[in-house]
């Protein structure tokens, strides 16, 4: 059982998805840095300062500590426990979704485009037989004319 977790493991689909995973996650973490540290702050700036983190809505007001009363801080209010419905964040973790998504499309896209360049110059060097040797032709003159023989 052991040999057969071995073969399993190196493998290389395992190892590649391995590879993915590791890149992924630490691709998420600019992703994420890029949307909330450059996109988040532009889009509010460029719609009159909004700030989406902080767009949120108290789900149960008598569950707010007395010293967070009037407070419009999510992350305080989250972490003492009072239900909220964050849709600031919602927004926040939308738009890294679709700042992923298409940077895969793209990357999908030009590993597409460079895959089909190699198809056509692998049919473009397959489509124009070599050239003919001296030997060849010569075998081929002799054979035409013992042929032509009666």
Do not use: C, H, W
Not at 137 to 148: C, T, V
């Amino acid at each position: 059982m052991l040999k057969e977790f071995k073969a399993f493991i190196m493998r290389g689909n395992v190892l590649d998805l391995a590879v993915a995973v590791i890149i992924g996650a630490a691709f998420g973490k600019i992703v994420t840095s890029l949307t909330e540290d450059v996109l988040m702050p532009l889009i509010g700036k460029i719609f009159g300062g909004l700030d989406f983190s902080g767009y949120f809505l108290i789900l149960s007001p008598e569950k707010v500590p007395v010293a967070l009363q009037g407070s419009s801080d999510y992350a305080a209010l989250k972490k003492a426990g009072v239900p909220l419905l964050g849709y600031g964040e919602f927004i926040t973790q939308a738009v890294n979704f679709l700042i992923v998504a298409f940077i895969i499309f793209l990357i999908i896209k030009g590993v597409n485009k460079a895959m089909t360049l190699t198809a056509k110059e692998q049919a473009a060097t397959e489509a124009a037989p070599a050239p003919d040797s001296a030997e060849v032709i010569l075998l081929r003159e002799i054979r035409d004319s013992l042929k032509a023989r009666p």
